[in-house]
């Protein structure tokens, strides 16, 4: 059997909350964790929108049903399956939306915020795309434990921070602190991070202090 990879052209859905003009200060994309759909992930981001700030929501490639064959529809990033063409394509994906964005708010500063699997998603464009945002909002998810070295530069000079729940299901307290040490000693990274009270969710303020604090 020959295997063929074949570049094709494809329609994929992209949010926004807000206004993209020119008048934009604020250019945040934002990437959901897996089984989300961006039309209810944008949803925790609506009130945090202003004047300045807009947010970019582009959905992940593959969609699926999240119990049996009918029902509710997730999507997710990526599997295990064809993993290196995966994130190949997220990577063009990525460029394609945020080059779209910036023609809309060419003056807006780039910022990236991610849940779950998002984070993985964002934290692995680092140095591979074409684009290198501000700064990197790491929410809940699992920082990548295969960094090229493009990759480690520009976390150096993207303002990170990264935060965990103290009762999360997925990251439990001592996969946090084994990603946090993986970090330090595997790419000489002390990483910015905290943690709250909850588990895999968004926590309203913190949130939302988050991204102004980000932002100056």
């Known amino acids: ?9 494809q329609q994929q859905r992209v949010d926004v909350e807000g206004q993209l003009s020119p008048n934009t200060e ?7 964790g897996y089984g989300q759909l961006v039309q209810f ?3 925790h981001f609506r009130d945090l929108v202003n004047t300045q700030r807009a947010f970019v929501f582009p959905q992940g490639p593959h969609k699926f049903y999240l119990e049996g064959v009918h029902g509710r529809v997730g999507a997710s990033w990526m599997t295990k399956e064809d993993r290196l063409v995966d994130i190949q394509n997220q990577w063009n994906y990525l460029d394609e939306v945020i080059a779209w964005a910036k023609t809309q708010a060419p003056n807006a500063a780039l910022h990236f915020v991610g ?9 692995r464009y680092l140095g591979n795309g074409n684009f290198t945002p501000v700064s990197f909002l790491a929410w809940a998810g699992s920082w990548p434990p295969d960094l090229e070295p493009q990759g480690v530069e520009a976390l150096k000079s993207t303002r990170f921070k990264g935060w965990y729940g103290s009762e999360d299901s997925f990251i439990g307290v001592d996969k946090q602190e084994q990603i946090i040490t993986h970090y330090r000693e595997e790419f000489a990274l002390e990483m910015d991070w905290d943690r709250y009270e909850g588990g895999h969710t968004f926590d309203k303020v913190i949130l939302a202090e988050a991204i102004t604090q980000l932002e100056q």
């Open 26 to 32: 604020h250019l945040w994309i934002g990437l959901h």
């Open 115 to 123: 849940f779950s699997q998002g984070v993985a998603t964002g934290m």
């Open 41 to 43: 992930f944008s949803r």
């Open 1 to 9: 059997m020959a295997t063929n990879w074949l570049e094709v052209s």
